[in-house]
């Protein structure tokens, strides 16, 4: 079993940053691709972005290019997710998540972090 937290949520002024943390325990952390996702209110959850299990590679949405990054350390078994120039329309709940590999669904879920970004 794998457990994700999060942390790092809350309150910020548009074109403001945050940096979201993922801490992840139970199974070894470097054998998993790390992705963050969000659902704002009245809308399905969405892909926000990803990084192998060895840090090599990321990938983002569209939303997310340019103003995003993620990064992990294997040695603190945490991910994060670096946002700077936030907008109003990312306010959402964020969630991270672990795959056996970028672009598989999911095995494990974080509980979500709230981002609120008023305008």
């Known amino acids: 079993q794998v457990q994700l937290v999060e942390s790092g949520g809350g309150l910020v002024q548009a074109g403001g940053s945050l940096r979201l943390s993922c801490a992840v325990s139970?199974?070894?952390?470097?054998?998993?691709?790390m992705g963050w996702f969000r659902q704002a209110p009245g809308k399905e959850r969405e892909f926000v972005g990803a990084?192998?299990?060895?840090?090599?590679?990321?990938y983002y949405a569209d939303s997310a290019k340019g103003r995003f990054t993620i990064s992990r350390s294997n040695a603190r078994n945490t991910v994060y997710l670096q946002m700077n120039s936030l907008k109003p329309e990312d306010t959402a709940v964020y969630y991270c998540?672990?795959?056996?590999?970028?672009?598989?669904?999911?095995?494990?879920w974080g509980q979500g972090t709230q981002v609120t970004v008023s305008s």
């Open positions: 139970g199974r070894t952390f470097s054998n998993y691709a």
């Open positions: 990084i192998t299990w060895g840090g090599g590679r990321t």
């Open positions: 998540a672990a795959s056996v590999r970028v672009g598989v669904s999911p095995d494990y």
